[in-house]
C-alpha cells in the first residue's frame, strides 16, 4: 500500500533545501511574481480568420513523464479556458493506470472537440528517435504557418532538432535537463536569443538533488551510467555538487540506446545490466540514476540488484515510477500539476500574440520526496522519524502494482 505523509515541516525543509522561485526573463532577472503573472492571463480568442489555433508536438520516445506532464499542460490550457471545460478525452489518473504514450494522448486529443480556439493537428505528433529525422523535418516546414500555429517539444533533444529547423513559427520546450547548457535558449533570464523559442527552466535539479542525498547520508564517490547526452543526464550539475560538496564520481558513458524492436531492447537491457554489475564493482557508496538510462520502469528492479546486493543506496534523477519499482529515493524537484499550468501560461501568452523568446522560463518547484520503504530496510538505510515525517509518499510491499 502507499502511504501519502504531509507535515508543517516538510514546508520547512522544502523551504531550506529548494530556495527559489521563478525570474522575469529581463536584464535585471527580478523576482518572479507568480500571482500577477497567473492572475493577468489574456482572454482564449480565435486567430483573425475565426479558426482555430493548431498545435503539434514532437518527442524523442515513450517516456511516463512526458505523457503526465502533457496532460498537466492540456489541462492548465482548460483552466484559461483555451480549451473547453469536461472535453479533455482523459484524466491524469487514467494516463498512469493505462500507462498511455504522448502519442496515444495526442490521437484522443486530435480526435476531440477541445471547443473554440485550439485543436491538435492531424497527423503532426513525431518521435525522432523512432521516425525518420529528415522526413520530420519536412513535414514541420512544409506545414508550419499553414495548418500548424505553434510547436510543442518535450527535452533536450526534440528541443533542439525543433530550434535548428527555424520555423516561423512558435516552439515551447518543456523537461529539457538544461536548455542553456544545451543550446535550446541563450539565457534563462536575459532572453532565450530567438523570438519564437521558449524552454521551461528547473535550475539545477540534480545539484539540488545531491545535496539533499548527501545530507541524509554523506558518500564518497557516487557511481552513474549515462548513455551519451552528458547535458541530458545532468553531469554538468552532478560535477558542480561533486566540487562543492567534496566526492568523487565514477561515470561510465554506453551511448547504446539505438534500439527499437523487441529484440532489440531486450538486448539493451542485458547490456545495461552488465554495466551495472561493473559499476558495483568500483567501490562506490552511491549511485545516481539519470534520465531515461532505463525507460521501462519494470527493469529497475532488475537492473539495480548488484548495487543492492552490496547496499548501495540509488537516488533517482526523474521520474518517481522508478522509486515504485526498486529506487531507494528521489526528491523530486518536478511539480507536474503546476508546471503544467506554467507551460500552458507560456502558450497562451504566446497565441495572444507575445513573443515566445520574452516570456519568463524559470519555475522552481518545491521538493516531493518519495522513499521505497522495503529498499531502505534491504540495505540497511538509516531513515530517521524526521525525515519519514517529510516524505509525500513512502513505499511498502503491494505499492509498485497499484
Given at each position: 500500500m502507499r502511504f501519502p505523509v504531509r507535515m508543517v515541516f516538510a514546508v520547512l525543509i522544502a523551504g531550506m533545501l529548494f530556495m527559489g522561485g521563478c525570474k522575469k526573463d529581463t536584464d535585471t532577472a527580478d523576482?518572479?511574481?507568480?500571482?500577477?503573472?497567473?492572475?493577468?492571463?489574456?482572454?482564449?480568442?480565435?486567430?483573425?480568420?475565426?479558426?482555430?489555433?493548431?498545435?503539434?508536438?514532437?518527442?524523442?520516445?515513450e517516456y511516463m513523464p512526458a505523457s503526465r506532464q502533457l496532460g498537466y499542460i492540456v489541462e492548465g490550457l482548460e483552466e484559461n479556458g483555451w480549451i473547453a471545460q469536461g472535453s479533455i478525452p482523459f484524466t491524469p489518473e487514467q494516463i498512469d493506470k493505462e500507462s498511455l504514450s504522448t502519442k496515444q494522448i495526442y490521437a484522443m486529443l486530435q480526435s476531440a472537440d477541445l471547443g473554440d480556439y485550439i485543436e491538435f493537428a492531424e497527423d503532426a505528433f513525431f518521435y525522432i528517435g523512432y521516425d525518420d529525422q529528415d522526413e520530420i523535418a519536412g513535414i514541420l516546414k512544409e506545414r508550419a504557418g499553414k495548418d500548424i500555429d505553434l510547436v510543442i517539444t518535450f527535452g533536450t533533444s526534440p528541443g533542439l532538432f525543433v530550434k535548428e529547423l527555424d520555423l516561423p513559427i512558435p516552439m515551447i520546450d518543456f523537461s529539457a535537463t538544461d536548455p542553456v547548457a544545451s543550446g535550446i535558449i541563450d539565457s534563462a533570464e536575459h532572453g532565450s536569443g530567438d523570438p519564437n523559442v521558449w524552454a521551461q527552466v528547473e535550475a539545477s535539479v540534480p545539484l539540488r538533488q545531491l545535496k539533499y542525498y548527501y545530507s541524509i547520508k554523506p558518500f564518497k564517490k557516487l557511481g552513474m551510467i549515462i548513455y551519451g547526452d552528458e547535458i541530458v543526464s545532468g553531469v554538468p550539475d552532478v560535477m558542480t555538487a561533486a566540487d562543492e560538496i567534496g566526492f568523487d564520481v565514477v561515470k561510465y558513458n554506453i551511448d547504446i540506446r539505438s534500439r527499437e524492436t523487441e529484440e532489440e531492447l531486450s538486448g539493451y537491457y542485458a547490456d545495461v545490466k552488465k554495466e551495472f554489475e561493473r559499476m558495483a564493482d568500483e567501490d562506490i557508496d552511491a549511485f545516481f540514476l539519470t534520465a531515461d538510462l532505463v525507460n521501462d520502469p519494470d527493469h529497475i528492479e532488475e537492473m539495480l540488484k548488484p548495487l543492492y546486493d552490496k547496499n548501495i543506496p540509488v537516488y533517482a534523477m526523474d521520474d518517481i515510477n522508478t522509486v515504485r519499482k526498486g529506487a531507494l529515493m528521489?526528491?523530486?524537484?518536478?511539480?507536474?500539476?503546476?508546471?503544467?499550468?506554467?507551460?500552458?501560461?507560456?502558450?497562451?501568452?504566446?497565441?495572444?500574440?507575445?513573443?515566445?523568446?520574452?516570456?519568463?522560463?524559470?519555475?522552481?518547484?518545491?521538493?516531493?520526496?518519495?522513499?521505497?520503504?522495503?529498499?531502505?530496510?534491504?540495505?540497511?538505510?538509516?531513515?530517521?522519524?524526521?525525515?519519514?515525517?517529510?516524505?509525500?509518499?513512502?513505499?511498502?510491499?503491494?505499492?509498485?502494482?497499484?
Amino acid at each position: 500500500m502507499r502511504f501519502p505523509v504531509r507535515m508543517v515541516f516538510a514546508v520547512l525543509i522544502a523551504g531550506m533545501l529548494f530556495m527559489g522561485g521563478c525570474k522575469k526573463d529581463t536584464d535585471t532577472a527580478d523576482t518572479f511574481d507568480e500571482e500577477d503573472y497567473f492572475s493577468d492571463l489574456p482572454k482564449p480568442h480565435t486567430k483573425e480568420d475565426g479558426s482555430k489555433y493548431r498545435l503539434a508536438y514532437v518527442d524523442y520516445d515513450e517516456y511516463m513523464p512526458a505523457s503526465r506532464q502533457l496532460g498537466y499542460i492540456v489541462e492548465g490550457l482548460e483552466e484559461n479556458g483555451w480549451i473547453a471545460q469536461g472535453s479533455i478525452p482523459f484524466t491524469p489518473e487514467q494516463i498512469d493506470k493505462e500507462s498511455l504514450s504522448t502519442k496515444q494522448i495526442y490521437a484522443m486529443l486530435q480526435s476531440a472537440d477541445l471547443g473554440d480556439y485550439i485543436e491538435f493537428a492531424e497527423d503532426a505528433f513525431f518521435y525522432i528517435g523512432y521516425d525518420d529525422q529528415d522526413e520530420i523535418a519536412g513535414i514541420l516546414k512544409e506545414r508550419a504557418g499553414k495548418d500548424i500555429d505553434l510547436v510543442i517539444t518535450f527535452g533536450t533533444s526534440p528541443g533542439l532538432f525543433v530550434k535548428e529547423l527555424d520555423l516561423p513559427i512558435p516552439m515551447i520546450d518543456f523537461s529539457a535537463t538544461d536548455p542553456v547548457a544545451s543550446g535550446i535558449i541563450d539565457s534563462a533570464e536575459h532572453g532565450s536569443g530567438d523570438p519564437n523559442v521558449w524552454a521551461q527552466v528547473e535550475a539545477s535539479v540534480p545539484l539540488r538533488q545531491l545535496k539533499y542525498y548527501y545530507s541524509i547520508k554523506p558518500f564518497k564517490k557516487l557511481g552513474m551510467i549515462i548513455y551519451g547526452d552528458e547535458i541530458v543526464s545532468g553531469v554538468p550539475d552532478v560535477m558542480t555538487a561533486a566540487d562543492e560538496i567534496g566526492f568523487d564520481v565514477v561515470k561510465y558513458n554506453i551511448d547504446i540506446r539505438s534500439r527499437e524492436t523487441e529484440e532489440e531492447l531486450s538486448g539493451y537491457y542485458a547490456d545495461v545490466k552488465k554495466e551495472f554489475e561493473r559499476m558495483a564493482d568500483e567501490d562506490i557508496d552511491a549511485f545516481f540514476l539519470t534520465a531515461d538510462l532505463v525507460n521501462d520502469p519494470d527493469h529497475i528492479e532488475e537492473m539495480l540488484k548488484p548495487l543492492y546486493d552490496k547496499n548501495i543506496p540509488v537516488y533517482a534523477m526523474d521520474d518517481i515510477n522508478t522509486v515504485r519499482k526498486g529506487a531507494l529515493m528521489i526528491i523530486s524537484a518536478y511539480d507536474f500539476e503546476n508546471v503544467g499550468r506554467f507551460v500552458a501560461d507560456a502558450i497562451t501568452r504566446i497565441l495572444d500574440g507575445n513573443e515566445a523568446g520574452s516570456l519568463p522560463c524559470v519555475y522552481t518547484s518545491a521538493p516531493y520526496i518519495c522513499l521505497n520503504l522495503d529498499v531502505a530496510k534491504r540495505i540497511g538505510y538509516p531513515l530517521k522519524f524526521d525525515f519519514l515525517a517529510v516524505c509525500d509518499e513512502i513505499y511498502t510491499e503491494g505499492s509498485a502494482d497499484e
